[in-house]
Structure formats: structure tokens, C-alpha cells
């Protein structure tokens, strides 16, 4: 089977490369070439920019690919890009999208792919949507062979997951745990929650490469295990070996001292939700998420631990959630 990956060395995307070479996939990785990057080993890689019309034409010119992943797609007007360059030229295009494209905050608190798509809090979600609606219309109208995919919050070796925390630099959240310093925790801490290793993304994802009954049909791959934020950063602590101090802060005054945060709080982390993970798994028997939480960030700590030049700090975050917490909690004593 002859894949293509637009992107395809990101923090998902690299572990789906990986499994898919090791299934014994000739996988094609499309990318400008102008950073190191992983490339696993079998790959071939082709170096272009996806957004210059004349060199993707040249570059595409009586290629066939069984099936293309775009890894990067984000706005309609790609979604536009891909339907020219593509069709006629896959059998199966793969759009990777997100579950923050349901409706927030769910009239349900178990979602499916059913559940409806709404998110007017986050661009970044409604931008997915009007993508995944615009691949719908072509479906119908011109027979495009899309399948969409929904991954939820996924992470990694280079990666430490949490609701309010930096995503350029990690360790600082970590490095706030080791120096006592206390984390800022939306809600009471009690908002269920999924968090996915990308190793277990990357099984599903593979497994719907080339299955032609999958076309037309929406999919989201994460995991069956669900906890509250306060129960992941105990997990966090546990990891480092010491107990996190917490601050609980609704949402609203997080976004007040960090607006950053607003999309992504209100328009996903702090909206409690539950997976039904039932549909992948019809469609791809052998899926099964096995790297849980307490294994998988063990196993980032380790990495960050082993690679000192990642354990990069936020200082201007940082500045930011002490200055929040000290604010926060000066109210509160008012109010005592």
C-alpha cells in the first residue's frame, strides 16, 4: 500500500509513520525539508511546500497514492488545496481533525461521533468543523473519498499534558511542581477528562489506512481511560516524586489573567466529557489502548530527564500564573 503523509513528523504523526513503515507500508512523507525532523527508517521523503500550487502540481503529476494523511490541514481554504491536488490521485484522503469540534459544553456527557459538532469558544475548533463540512459536501456531491479522524488531547515522549500550561516548554509545569510552587487547576479539579498516548492513536490510525469501508465515516481514536485534571496532576507528581500544591481557579478568571487560555478551557478542558470509543473498534478489532496514564508519563519524565536541552522554562508563563495565583487568593481571604 503507497501512503502519503503531508506533515507526518509531528508529535502524533510520527508515531503513526512509524507503525505504518513497520506494517510493511511504502509511506511517502511530504515536507519543505527546512528543519531536522524524524524520519523513520524505510520512509522516503518528498521534499515540497504543500502550499505552492505549481510545485505540488509538478511534484504530483501522474502519482497515485492508495492513500494520503494531511497532518496539517487547519483552515477551509486548505481543505480547498487538498480536494485539487487529490482527487483522482487517492483512493482514501484522511483528514485529521479534533473531538473539540463537539459540542461544548456536550448535552451529554458521553461523546460519540454523532454527538453534535459545535464550538463557538474556539477558533481552532470551528475552523476543524467548517473543514470536515466542506469534506461532507464534496463526499456527497463528487464522491471525494474522505475519512475524518478525531484524536482528543494526545501526547508523547517530548510532551507533559495539562489544561493550563505551556506547550512551547513543557517542563515548566514540571519544574513548578519541583519548586513547590503551586498549579493552576481549572474548576474544582473535578472535570473528567481524556488523555491519549500517541503510540495507542497511532494503532488505530493505521489500522483505518486503505479499509474502504471507512470512507465517508468520522472516527475518533483516544483512549478508554478517563480521570479528573486533580487526579492527572497527582499523577504528574507521583512521577517526580513530589505532591503538587493546587490552586483551583474557574475558568473565567484564568482567562481574565491569561486570555490565551480562553479558547481552549472554554471550548475544551474544562467541559467534562467520556469517549465512546465503540466505532474504531468495529471498524479496527484489534484497537485497544494499553500505555495508561501512570506508564505513559513516566515514560516523558524519563525522556525530559535524559535529554536536559528540553527542560525549557516559559518565564513569561510562568510570571503570569504567579501573578494570577497571588491575586486569586488575596481575594479569597477577603472573603474569609
Known amino acids: ?29 511530504l515536507n ?4 531536522k525532523s524524524f524520519v523513520p527508517e524505510g520512509a ?8 505552492n500550487r505549481k510545485e505540488m502540481n509538478a511534484l504530483l503529476d501522474k502519482q497515485h497514492f492508495d492513500v494520503v494523511v ?13 480536494i485539487a491536488y487529490f482527487t483522482g490521485k487517492t483512493d482514501q484522503y484522511i483528514f485529521i481533525s479534533t473531538v473539540a469540534t463537539y459540542q461544548r459544553p456536550p448535552h451529554h456527557y458521553m461523546v460519540d461521533e454523532s454527538t453534535p459538532q459545535h464550538n463557538p469558544w474556539w477558533e481552532y475548533a470551528s475552523d476543524k468543523i467548517a473543514c470536515e463540512d466542506r469534506l461532507r459536501q464534496e463526499f456527497r456531491e463528487n464522491d471525494f473519498p474522505m475519512t475524518i479522524v478525531r484524536p482528543s488531547h494526545t501526547y508523547g515522549n517530548t510532551s507533559i499534558p495539562f489544561a493550563v500550561t505551556s506547550g512551547e516548554h513543557p517542563w515548566t509545569l514540571i519544574d513548578r511542581i519541583i519548586n513547590g510552587k503551586k498549579i493552576i487547576v481549572p474548576g474544582d479539579g473535578s472535570s473528567l477528562w481524556t488523555i491519549t498516548h500517541n503510540t495507542d492513536f497511532a494503532k488505530g490510525l493505521v489500522g483505518l489506512l486503505g479499509n474502504s469501508q471507512t470512507i465517508g465515516e468520522a472516527f475518533q481514536i483516544t483512549s478508554d481511560e478517563v480521570k479528573t485534571w486533580d487526579q492527572y496532576l ?5 512521577a517526580v516524586g513530589v505532591k503538587p500544591r493546587i490552586m483551583h481557579m474557574t475558568s473565567e478568571c484564568i482567562s481574565l489573567f491569561m486570555p490565551e487560555f480562553k479558547g481552549s478551557l472554554f471550548g475544551d478542558a474544562s467541559t467534562s ?35 536536559p536541552e528540553l527542560q525549557t522554562i516559559d518565564d513569561e508563563l510562568n510570571v503570569k500564573m504567579d501573578n494570577a ?12
Not at 504523526?13 to 510493511?24: H, Q
Not at 519543505?32 to 528543519?35: E, S
Open 44 to 51: 522516503k521523503v518528498i521534499y515540497g511546500d504543500i502550499n
Open 325 to 336: 495565583i497571588a491575586i486569586y487568593e488575596a481575594f479569597l481571604s477577603q472573603i474569609k
Open 1 to 29: 500500500m503507497k501512503v502519503l503523509f503531508i506533515g507526518g513528523t509531528g508529535l502524533i504523526s510520527k508515531e503513526v509513520s512509524k507503525a505504518a513503515v513497520e506494517g510493511g507500508i511504502e509511506l511517502y512523507l
Open 70 to 82: 494531511n497532518w496539517i490541514v487547519f483552515k477551509e481554504l486548505d481543505i480547498e488545496r487538498d
Open 273 to 307: 466529557y467520556v469517549v465512546d470509543n465503540s466505532k474504531i473498534k468495529s471498524f479496527v478489532p484489534s484497537y485497544q489502548a494499553t500505555t495508561n496514564f501512570e506508564d505513559g508519563i513516566q515514560e516523558s519524565i524519563t525522556y525530559f530527564r535524559e535529554n
Open 234 to 238: 497527582g499523577l504528574l507528581g507521583q
Open 32 to 35: 519543505r525539508g527546512n528543519r
